[in-house]
């Protein structure tokens, strides 16, 4: 009698092994459908989770590494200091694949020094910043990336300048730079696919509407809103290096970007030119689309060949962590030499 | 006016009919960054190449340039290297200091001084050799532009005359100093000659302070504590680094980057076989190392008390999540601008019960640059041995000054890399939860990620034996109650007190740290001078071990030598002793920023056990420093 044959995907390996707890989220969560992409993302890359490590700092944002991946490491770190520990992890053991979650309030706010110099080292994670503008965890005060005039559910108005995350990134040094928006499941996955095939620092900031404290009229970071205000410089799609894929366009019409593991972004242009490898071009698009109320996604920078954090430091292609005695203790020659040249 | 003129007095008290010999201190007082750290190298080395013991400490302001700035070199045929309080002979470089220096000299110092500061003037019960540095230094410098950083060598080599240091070790070890700068070299030994010379033909020896040839030195090294610290991690086989530069804890990480760089570059790949980063301030510092530390890797960083004070929330998630790190803490005196730059052991308390909740984390201790060799390697061993966050308590005084030692032993034990999962340890124990206490020692079992082991996720204190998410009150307490089992572990595995029991002393001495020099120092005072036994329990590390209670029970008065205000080693020992044993404990306390002397500690308990002390003269200027803003 036949058997039905098991879902693998192609390292052998079953959805299940992807799926984490259950979420203690609220119902209808932004956060909840970030997770579900990132579940289909490293299911489809066939990323061995063995190999991923999950980090966050606190909020909302950073219990959701408990509902994915829930066959690897996982560390719930003090609140905005995620990007150090995910930095010791990678340093200790370069094979490692990191992916970081953390929130506007823990990126914009108390983590904004640790995202600053992460963004600067060009560290290989994938940094996802859980967008809703306001804090869920203490019941809803406004966050750094909150817009102008917008308003709290009792009125209150925000009128200090929001921190656009994707043009500091960028500013930054940050190799590759990403929005999306949480209920933009096709974008936001093929985003998560090609952020694995990057070797370097992704921020991807995901626009994710908090629906307990920041969904009613007035907000810009509500569903309504930002389904209204979504203006994609792109469309993605994505072309994993184990798949022979040919695709057809039009000369001109899309822009293919060569990932570090010979993965292809393809990014086909949608009413106006955009390059993604221009910088100038990035910032002044930003600034532009949010002088217009909308939000640009997509890729809205990308590098793909920038040496990462640990080519920089020129470390020895093994992890460090399982190094051998013998490669990690001088000889006794040279703590002899040492001791000779203090006499 | 000539020199001659002036030099010496009449009235200087005839001492020279005593002979003083290797027993004595030397004070330098520049101004910072005048390029006297050379010049002051040289002294220090030429003394221990002479064979006899010595020490050197740098009492330096915060500032670059400009500010003075006080060098001491204190040799001692009785092996002291503690701070001796009164300076013998001093060396009067700095315009702005040079009175204050001079009148705060015991009568019989002798002075070498710029001769315009006119020093001679101030007190008739001194020894005063003026020198015009200037003139000397030009006659041997025709470079204007290099007479600055030359012009110190002269009073070298007027010391080398004047104490009888011979001119060929000062040569030697200006040679040691400069390495192959010839140029250099060349111009610095000209300058010590000439200082020579002039004292030669100048001066008639009137102090009675001689340096005389000593055996005492063979195979001895000079090295700050940082440095050898540094090669203890080294050794190690520390691969993560994280840091923040902070006096007096940089030159740890940078001794470390050195060492490094030279002997941990992978031979055929010309890779290195580890990362140091410089963070963006203590806090990723150590949240870096805690990364490395869960991923499986010796880490490490190294800081002083305002790092310390930042790294607080960190320490606790380590201490909670139970992740192995590394932290050494050199000790200097308060926050923000205060006294940067000098030591104090003021950071004992607040470390050991670092961060919110119930904390509390395993202390070294060190005392010498051999021991912060030593206990480095330690620390790597208990951190995952007991995969918790272990603080190296060193302070300035050890880290940045010169210390003389033997040459420190190469390791042969193999590393403790703690309990970590293995197929064979998981197959014997069925069943696996990261935070069960299998043993009973309330050491768990850890995996790491990419070891192909049970991966869990890490948290703060909110877990189950199993690493799941748990706010019930029984998982709670029953975490942290392993966690008093851990620790309660950890007191038979961390270093034990040294103890030196006088089978007729009925009182105890307790201290720690560089603390030491002063104690050992001043007990042969007390014996010596006054006929007052004691015994020495020197403390190494935090949980005490039961070596404390026996040696509280065995004497009837105990004081505890500590250089903080508040007697913080003292609060700590009376969280866990009887009301008994507590009130046996006194208290003798060195807080000036200055390390503490040998005469200070006799003083102190000597008026305590109710003998007259004779009052002295306050410590020299640098009791007094002030610097402009």
Known sequence: MATVPLKVNRIGLEPQLYKGGKTTLCAGCGHNSISERIIEAFYEMGVDPQQVVKLSGIGCSSKSPAYFLGSSHGFNAVHGRMPSVGTGAMLANQKLIAIGVSGDGDTGAIGIGQFVHLMRRNLPIIYIIEDNGCYGLTKGQFSPTADLGSTLKNGVVNDLQPIDTCALAIQLGATFVARSFSGDKKQLLNLLKAALSHRGTVMLDVISPCVTFNDHEGSTKSYAYVKDHDDPLEEVSFVPFFEDITVEYEPGSVQEVKMHDGSRLLLKKLDEAYDPTDKIQAMRTLHETSRRGEFATGIIYIEPDRDDFLKQLNVVDEPLASLPLDRTRPPQAALDEIMESLR | ?629
């Open chain 2, 1 to 629: 006016m000539s020199p001659i003129d002036v030099a010496p007095q009449e009235k200087t008290t005839p001492l020279s009919a005593t002979r003083v010999v290797n027993d004595f201190s030397i004070q330098v007082a520049t101004v910072n960054g005048s390029g006297s750290q050379t010049a002051n190298l040289v002294l220090l080395r030429s003394i221990l190449l002479m064979g006899v013991p010595v020490s050197g400490k740098n009492m330096f302001p915060s500032n670059i340039a400009g500010l003075p700035t006080w060098y001491t070199i204190r040799a001692s045929k009785r092996g002291y290297v503690g701070r001796k309080k009164e300076v013998d002979f001093l060396v009067a470089m700095n315009p702005e200091t040079a009175k204050e220096d001079v009148m705060t000299l015991e009568p019989g110092a002798a002075v070498v001084y710029d001769e315009p500061l006119k020093l001679n003037e101030l007190r008739s019960d001194l020894t005063f050799y003026p020198a015009p540095f200037d003139k000397l230094v030009a006659a041997v410098c025709p470079d204007a532009k290099l007479r600055r950083l030359v012009r110190n060598m002269i009073y070298d080599g007027i010391l080398a005359k004047l104490l009888d240091i011979d001119l060929a070790y000062m040569e030697q070890a200006l040679s040691r100093q400069l390495g192959k700068k010839a140029k250099a070299i060349t111009l610095n030994a000209a300058a010590l000659k000439a200082g020579f010379d002039y004292a030669e033909t100048t001066f008639t020896k009137q102090d009675p302070f001689h340096v005389e040839k000593m055996n005492a030195t063979a195979g001895k090294i000079l090295i700050e504590g940082n440095a050898a610290a540094a090669i203890g991690c080294m050794m190690a086989g520390v691969t993560v680094v994280a840091w923040y530069p902070i006096t007096p804890s940089s030159s740890l990480c940078e001794s470390l980057i050195g060492y490094m760089r030279k002997y941990r570059i992978d031979k055929e790949t010309g890779k290195a076989t580890f990362a140091i980063v410089q963070a963006e301030d203590e806090i990723a510092s150590l949240g870096m190392v805690i990364g490395a530390g869960w991923a499986g890797a010796r880490a490490m960083t190294a800081t002083a008390g305002p790092g310390i004070s930042l790294m607080s929330e960190f320490a606790g998630l380590g201490y909670y999540a139970e992740t192995p790190a590394v932290i050494f803490d050199v000790q200097r005196v308060g926050p923000s601008t205060g006294l940067p730059t000098r030591t104090a052991q003021g950071d004992l308390l607040s470390t050991a019960f670092l961060s919110h909740g119930d904390t509390k984390h395993i202390l070294l201790i060190p005392h010498s640059v051999e021991e912060s060799y030593e206990l480095a390697m330690v620390a790597f061993d208990l951190a995952e041995r007991f995969q918790t966050p272990i603080f190296v308590m060193m302070d300035l005084d050890l880290g940045m000054n010169n210390w003389m030692s033997d040459g420190f032993k190469y390791p042969t034990k193999p590393l403790d890399r703690g309990k970590r999962l293995t197929p064979e340890i998981l197959a014997k124990l069925g069943e696996w939860g990261r935070y069960k206490d299998v043993d009973g020692d309330g050491i768990p079992y850890r995996t790491v990620p990419g070891d192909g082991m049970p991966a869990f996720f890490t948290r703060g204190s909110g877990h189950n034996p199993k690493a799941q998410y748990s706010e019930r009150p029984d998982d709670y307490v029953n975490n942290v109650d392993r966690l008093s089992r851990k620790f309660e572990t950890a007191r038979t595995h961390v270093p034990r007190p040294i103890v030196d029991t006088d089978k007729d002393a009925r009182i105890g001495i307790i201290g720690y740290g560089t603390s030491h020099w002063a104690i050992t120092e001043s007990r042969d005072q007390l014996r010596e001078e006054t006929n007052v036994k004691t015994s020495y329990l020197r403390v190494r590390a935090y949980p005490f071990t039961e070596d404390l209670v026996k040696f509280i029970d065995a004497h009837d008065r105990i004081y505890v030598v500590e250089q903080n205000r508040d007697a913080q080693l003292a609060m700590l020992m009376k969280l866990e002793l009887s009301p008994e044993r507590c009130a046996k404990l006194r208290n003798v306390l060195h807080y000036s920023g200055l390390p503490i002397d040998a005469r200070s500690v006799s003083d102190d308990i000597l008026a305590q056990e109710g003998f007259e002390v004779t009052k002295r003269f306050t410590p020299a200027s640098a009791s007094s420093m002030t610097g402009g803003e």
